[in-house]
């Protein structure tokens, strides 16, 4: 593969995982509103540690929000 080939590859599998994160805390959104909180965290927490991976800034603070919310 040549090195724009990778980097087209790394591209597309970041995007993939921000995706995947953003879709675990939507998930977890979805138990909260539910009030299966435990159930709630345990997506929160997966988002939270995929954006953590990612360096996404925005995703973290908002996955800790939730997180927040929840025990409040």
Do not use: C
């Amino acid at each position: 593969i040549s090195s724009s080939g990778q980097i087209a590859s790394l591209s597309l599998a970041m995007t993939a995982k921000k995706s995947m994160s953003a879709h675990l805390g939507n998930i977890g959104i979805v138990y909260e509103e539910q009030g299966d909180y435990p159930k709630a965290l345990d997506y929160y927490f997966k988002a939270l540690k995929m954006a953590e991976e990612l360096g996404d800034k925005n995703h973290i603070a908002a996955f800790l929000g939730n997180i927040g919310a929840v025990y409040l």
